[in-house]
T-cell receptor
Framework: KNQVEQSPQSLIILEGKNCTLQ??????????LRWYKQDTGRGPVSLTI???SENTKSNGRYTATLDADTKQSSLHITASQLSDSASYIC????????????WGAGTKLIIKP | DVKVTQSSRYLVKRTGEKVFLECVQD?????MFWYRQDPGLGLRLIYF???????EKGDIPEGYSVSREKKERFSLILESASTNQTSMYLC?????????????FGSGTQLSVL
């Protein structure tokens, strides 16, 4: 069964600190892996998209890594800001589908001043 | 910037009512999607459309129908609302297939069915 598991479920850190969110997937055939940020009460916003040949991608203070061999990805946030408080969702696309995405349940990140 | 607009942020309906959720995108995107989001679960695809008047069932189409009469507008219809359809509904669009394309989401409609 195609699944995306994220850890931790929730995380609280102090403003200015770094953090890393984890994503493990069992999805086949793999096409791409995405990270989305979802603020409370809003729709998700794309942060990064990586194909199997890419092992790192950055978007400002956000850096995503992908290990296609171990089927793991991480999202590293550097020098966190209060505006980083949100849910971060890992999503995997299937090679043989133009529309099917497997969504993780997300990690809820809270940044405290 | 792409804008995806959902007509209502909050909606309260009674069991058995017919419910229409509207979504409009302004970037001439080919594909439009309806998802529902429930606490502790990943987004689940209800329906998507890859062209005007074309639609495909997603993972959980039961109890829902859709309409795409114009390229920019995609409507989700709950024929007879039930309490288990209480959820956050998210509309999204993408330029072409989702294989490598970003999805752009609306702000969502929180639907409560009493």
């Amino acid at each position: 069964k195609n699944q995306v598991e994220q850890s931790p479920q929730s995380l609280i850190i102090l403003e200015g600190k770094n953090c890393t969110l984890q994503c493990n997937y069992t999805v086949s055939p793999f096409s791409n892996l995405r990270w989305y940020k979802q603020d409370t009460g809003r729709g998700p916003v794309s942060l990064t998209i990586m194909t199997f040949s890419e092992n790192t991608k950055s978007n400002g203070r956000y850096t995503a890594t992908l290990d296609a061999d171990t089927k793991q990805s991480s999202l590293h946030i550097t020098a966190s800001q209060l505006s980083d408080s949100a849910s971060y969702i890992c999503v995997v696309g299937l090679m043989d589908s133009n529309y099917q995405l497997i969504w993780g349940a997300g990690t809820k990140l809270i940044i405290k001043p | 910037d792409v804008k995806v607009t959902q007509s209502s942020r909050y909606l309260v309906k009674r069991t058995g009512e017919k419910v229409f959720l509207e979504c409009v995108q302004d970037m001439d995107h080919e594909n439009m999607f309806w998802y529902r989001q429930d606490p502790g679960l990943g987004l689940r695809l209800i329906y998507f459309s890859y062209d005007v008047k074309m639609k495909e069932k997603g993972d959980i189409p039961e109890g829902y129908s859709v309409s795409r009469e114009k390229k920019e507008r995609f409507s989700l219809i709950l024929e007879s609302a039930s309490t288990n359809q209480t959820s956050m509904y998210l509309c999204a669009s993408s330029r072409t297939g989702t294989l490598y394309e970003k999805l752009f989401f609306g702000s969502g409609t929180q639907l409560s069915v009493l």
